[in-house]
């Protein structure tokens, strides 16, 4: 947790929500919706623009691969922050925000080996912000030095327990940092590890809603998750052209 999440919010609301300078993005005013975005993808993520005094917005890669044998590195324990080499100065002067609407989670159905899609977000498909950190990493499998994000974990409510109930990293949930603390997270002078660590707050099962999925959402195809009882929900497709040149700009 987490391998999959949605990011759809339109443009404006994205500005708004974290105070961004539409002459300083890369975002343009139309955004094509992401609605399964992928480790080693590239996403949008906001830091703390020092020199501005403001908050910008860079693309970085979702994880890395570190050692080849144990493949792709792309969520941080939040109990590792503080000891692990590889995470403990990002931890205190490189966090990050990442925006979504939503996350995937695969269920096991006790008794069977199917599993079943979640899609868990806010009440409205609000936009919320992953807390995250960033580094610059050398990928062992291109040798390209790549901006990259982390999307911290901690362990999971009770909710989120009977869901992600599978895997060797079962029974966790993604970090999600409250609007007020967006400030004291993003400052980059905020050094404190005894100050900035409990930010790191465990969601509680009220905060969310957990909708069982007939279908994962389809980036190629531009089509949102499924409910398992509902209709296919709709969705504008912007043409190939435009939504191309959206990609590039965006992603």
């Known amino acids: 947790m987490c391998g999959r999440y949605l990011f759809s919010t339109p443009t404006l609301a994205f500005y708004q929500e974290y105070d961004l300078d539409p002459e300083t993005t890369r975002i343009e005013k139309d955004i094509t919706p992401r609605y399964n975005i992928s480790p080693k993808s590239q996403i949008p993520i906001i830091l703390d623009d020092s020199q501005r005094n403001s908050k910008s917005l860079k ?127 993003l400052d980059s002078k905020h050094t404190k590890a005894d100050s900035i660590y409990p930010l790191l707050k465990q969601f509680s099962v009220d905060e969310f809603s957990y909708t069982p999925l007939e279908k994962v959402g389809d980036d190629i195809k531009g089509t949102p998750p499924i409910p398992k009882t509902g209709k296919e929900p709709k969705s504008e497709k912007p043409s190939k052209k435009k939504g191309k040149e959206i990609e590039q700009s965006l992603f």
């Open 59 to 185: 693309m970085a890669q979702w994880g890395v691969v570190f050692n080849e044998k144990y493949g792709l590195t792309f969520n941080v324990r939040s109990e590792n922050l503080q000891t692990s080499p590889a995470w403990k100065n990002p931890f205190l002067h490189k966090r990050c925000l990442i925006p979504a609407n939503g996350f995937i989670e695969w269920q096991e159905i006790e008794g069977t080996k199917k599993t079943l899609p979640w899609n868990i977000h806010k009440p409205n498909h609000e936009i919320f912000s992953f807390a995250g950190i960033w580094n610059f990493f050398p990928d062992k499998v291109t040798g390209k030095l790549e901006l990259c994000a982390f999307v911290i974990t901690t362990e999971a409510n009770s909710k989120m327990r009977e869901i992600h109930n599978k895997g060797g990293n079962k029974f966790r949930q993604p970090v999600i940092i409250d609007k007020s603390n967006y400030a004291a997270w």
